[in-house]
C-alpha cells in the first residue's frame, strides 16, 4: 500500500513539473513573439516615417513623374530626393465637396456625359480606368465655380460620384499648376510653382510680378485615396521668371 502511495505522489511531482515546464514554456514563447512583432512594428513605423519624409517610390518611379522631371531637368538642376515632406492634409475640404450615389440616374447619366466630355480638353487628365480626372485648365470653369487658381475633380469611386474642388493655391503668391496625373486608380500628383513664402507672411511680402525674377519653390501634391491624404513635398528654392518658365510647361 505504500509502495502505491509513494508511486502515485511521484507521478504527481512529474505531472506538476511537466505542468510548469509547459506554463514555462508557453510564458517563453509568448515572450519571443512579443518581442517579434514589437521589432515589426517598430520597423515599420520607422519606415513608414522614413518613406512619408521622401517622395514614395511608386510617384518617383513612375512614368508620368518621370516625363515631368525629365523635361524641368532642361531649365532647373532638380532632383527627386531633394523634395521633401511639409505637411499632410485631408483629401478632401468638405466646403468644397459634392457627392451622389450612383443610384441616383440623373448623377449616373451626368457622370458619364462629363466623362466623354472632358476627354476631348487639353489640361485634363484620366486615371486609368478613366473613372476619373483631374482638370487644371488654367481659365474659367463650370460657370465661373474654377478658377485657373484651382484644381477640378471629378470621378466615381465604389458607388459615390464625387466632384471637389480638390486644391486651391494663392493668387498672391504667383501660383501655377503646372501638371497633373495619376499614378493609378488611387493615387495622383499635382504639381505647383509658388513663391515660397509662409501664410503668416504674406501680409508683409514684397510684391513680385509673374515677369520678374522671384524666388519659388515646386510642391508635389500626393493625394492618397486608400489612406485618406494628401501629402505635401516641397523642393529647395529657385529664382526664375515663371511666364518665361511656364512656356515649357
Not at 23 to 41: E, W, Y
Not at 123 to 140: C, M
Not at 151 to 165: M, P, S, T, W
Request: neutral net charge; aromatic residues 14%.
Amino acid at each position: 500500500m505504500a509502495g502505491w502511495y509513494t508511486y502515485n505522489v511521484q507521478i504527481l511531482k512529474n505531472m506538476e513539473k511537466m505542468q510548469k515546464t509547459k506554463i514555462q514554456t508557453v510564458i517563453l514563447c509568448s515572450l519571443i513573439f512579443a518581442s517579434v512583432i514589437g521589432v515589426v512594428i517598430s520597423n515599420y513605423i520607422q519606415e513608414f516615417a522614413i518613406d512619408n519624409s521622401k517622395l514614395p517610390s511608386k510617384v518617383e518611379n513612375s512614368k508620368e513623374f518621370q516625363k515631368w522631371i525629365i523635361n524641368h531637368k532642361k531649365r532647373l538642376t532638380l532632383e527627386a530626393d531633394e523634395f521633401k515632406l511639409k505637411e499632410k492634409n485631408e483629401v478632401f475640404n468638405s466646403a468644397n465637396l459634392k457627392i451622389r450615389s450612383v443610384e441616383d440616374e440623373i448623377a449616373s447619366s451626368e457622370h458619364l456625359t462629363k466623362i466623354e466630355l472632358f476627354k476631348n480638353y487639353r489640361g485634363v487628365r484620366f486615371s486609368p480606368n478613366e473613372f476619373e480626372f483631374l482638370d487644371f485648365r488654367h481659365e474659367l470653369r463650370e460657370n465661373g465655380l474654377y478658377t485657373e487658381n484651382d484644381v477640378y475633380y471629378h470621378g466615381l469611386r465604389e458607388d459615390k460620384i464625387i466632384d471637389a474642388k480638390i486644391l486651391s493655391c494663392r493668387p498672391e503668391l504667383n501660383c501655377f499648376f503646372d501638371r497633373g496625373f495619376f499614378i493609378d486608380n488611387h493615387t495622383f500628383v499635382i504639381s505647383e510653382f509658388s513663391r515660397n513664402i509662409e501664410k503668416k507672411d504674406i501680409p508683409n511680402m514684397i510684391p513680385c510680378s509673374t515677369s520678374e525674377n522671384c524666388t519659388y519653390t515646386i510642391k508635389l501634391h500626393v493625394f492618397d485615396f486608400i489612406n485618406s491624404a494628401r501629402f505635401v513635398y516641397e523642393s529647395k528654392p529657385f529664382e526664375l521668371n515663371l511666364i518665361e518658365m511656364s512656356k515649357y510647361f
